[in-house]
């Protein structure tokens, strides 16, 4: 488990893209699942998109398939969302978090989070 803080997120217009930028600050970031979630006010977190440790296994949410594609540079420490097609519906917080191997879709199996970063799609 790691700590993470996202940046990246702001205000685009629909059909637009965006990318998020997660950076672990501990070195054992490379052997964790990482994983992005998204929440609106008064909501569950809601899954989006995941990956295996070593980036050979991803995972998406049927509402961003296709659309948004996740990534991770161990070295540098870092996972990435990029968003594309954006549509006002992603307009949400989104969170990046860590767990131990294996990937998961469930938030309650990650341990680490971080403070989160506003995405908001205009029409």
């Known amino acids: 488990q790691v700590p993470v803080t996202e940046s990246g997120g702001g205000l685009v217009q629909a059909g637009g893209s965006l990318t998020l930028s997660c950076a672990a600050s501990r070195i054992t970031f490379s052997t964790y699942a990482m994983g992005w979630f998204r929440q609106v006010p008064g909501k569950e977190r809601e899954f989006v998109a995941g990956?295996?440790?070593?980036?050979?296994?991803?995972y998406y949410a049927d509402s961003v398939k296709g659309r948004f594609t996740i990534s991770r540079d161990n070295a540098k420490r870092t996972v990435y969302l990029q968003m594309t097609s954006l549509k006002p519906e992603d307009t949400a917080v989104y969170s990046c978090?860590?767990?131990?191997?294996?990937?998961?879709?469930?938030?309650?199996?990650?341990?680490?989070w971080g403070q989160g970063t506003q995405v908001t799609v205009s029409s």
């Open positions: 990956t295996s440790w070593n980036g050979g296994s991803t």
């Open positions: 978090a860590s767990r131990k191997m294996p990937v998961s879709t469930d938030p309650a199996e990650y341990v680490y």
